[in-house]
């Protein structure tokens, strides 16, 4: 028989890393399976400054370093397998992996978000090759060049004040006349001498060479005109928001119109109860560090209290 845990932690961000601790400090050897990002979106971050702790910041992955020896320090066993599917119709809780099953009193689930794309066939096609979805990946080997930046959330201001330091120029695309960004993230790209804004806009095509395949411009359609204007660009970085990545939860657990993970209010409770949902996977409001890493002391006290309860037949 496999060994049935009572707490199985899903997903290794902020969220998944602070449940991991808070669980392994109250002796529930918590598994975490780690999934295929291992330490969530901060290890493609480069420098954290809001995090509290660290007056001068510090590195993403640096930082998502400390969570996971920290819990590891306190016994949690960590398993490097992505979760394909889950049965929370009977107890204990089933977790199928590429690397097996497991089997759960109580589930975490902190799997976080992913990034939204355009969803254009040329998109497709250059990715990887112009076209990216993470600035500090992929940032370095525009040295020099002209890029362009497509969101208008903070996200896509932070994208392009770090592009800003290296490229020639950085211009923010946004679809409508107003940016959705916080005041200080439009202050501070507003007063960068190397970015530039074009509002109204979306962008139609990405085009490039075929031999070698490489970005040279873009299609930009004016969403007020309907007229396209061709502009040469060397990279596009696509920052248009994030998808909660709860495919695999789909008829195990209730999700909202965006497929978040729904909790009950104030608490990380779902509707079935031994599962708990952390972080960015249910929040599609903050989707900060800070606030996952509480989240996941809130579920994993919230899971304690549910263990608890069931052996006193509560």
């Given at each position: ?6 707490v199985v932690i ?5 969220a998944?890393y602070t449940a991991?601790?808070?669980s ?9 399976l ?12 480069t420098e ?9 910041g ?5 930082l998502m370093?400390?969570?996971r020896?920290?819990?590891?320090r306190f ?7 992505t ?6 119709s009977?107890r204990?809780f089933?977790l ?6 497991f089997?759960a009193?109580t589930?975490?689930?902190?799997t976080?978000?992913?990034?939204r794309l355009?969803g254009?066939?040329?998109e ?5 090759f112009?076209?990216?979805?993470c ?25 392009a004040?770090f592009?800003?330091?290296f ?13 959705r960004?916080s005041k200080i993230?439009?202050d501070?790209?507003?007063a960068?001498?190397k970015?530039?804004?074009i509002?109204n806009?979306?962008v139609d ?5 075929e031999?070698?395949?490489k970005?040279?411009?873009v299609r ?6 309907g007229?396209?204007?061709?502009h040469?660009i060397?990279?596009?970085?696509v920052a248009?928001?994030h998808?909660p990545?709860?495919?695999?939860l789909k008829?195990?657990l209730?999700?909202?119109e965006k497929e978040?993970?729904?909790?009950e209010p ?16 249910a929040d599609?409001?903050y989707?900060?560090?800070v606030w ?18 069931q052996?006193?037949?509560?």
């Open positions: 028989m496999s060994r049935i845990h009572d899903l997903g290794s961000g902020p998944g991991a601790i808070y392994a400090r109250a002796n529930l050897q918590p598994l975490m780690v999934g295929p990002q291992p330490g969530g979106q901060l290890t493609i971050t954290v400054e809001n995090y509290p702790g660290f007056p001068e510090i590195q993403g992955p640096e370093q400390h969570f020896d920290q819990a590891a016994g949690t066993e960590i398993v490097e397998a979760v394909e599917s889950v049965d929370f009977k204990p089933t199928r992996t590429d690397q097996g099953e089997l009193k589930v975490i689930v902190s976080g978000a992913s990034a355009l254009i066939p040329s497709k096609k250059f990715f990887g112009g076209v990216s979805a600035a500090t990946c992929d940032g370095f080997f525009f040295k020099g060049k002209r890029v362009m930046v497509v969101g208008g959330g903070d996200t896509a201001l932070e994208e004040n592009l800003a330091r490229c020639t120029e950085v211009v923010i695309v946004h679809r409508r006349d107003q940016m960004a993230m439009q501070r790209s507003l960068n001498p970015i530039r804004f509002l806009a979306t095509e990405v085009v490039g060479d031999s070698p395949l970005v040279t411009g930009l359609r004016d969403t007020k005109t007229a396209v204007s061709q040469a060397d990279g596009i970085f248009i928001g998808q990545n709860t495919a695999f008829g195990q209730p999700l909202d978040y993970v729904i909790v104030g608490s990380s409770r779902t509707k079935v109860p031994g599962v708990f949902a952390a972080g960015d996977v599609p409001t989707r900060q560090a996952a890493a509480g989240s996941g002391c809130q579920a994993a006290i919230d899971a304690e209290r549910w263990l608890e309860a052996a006193h037949g509560g």
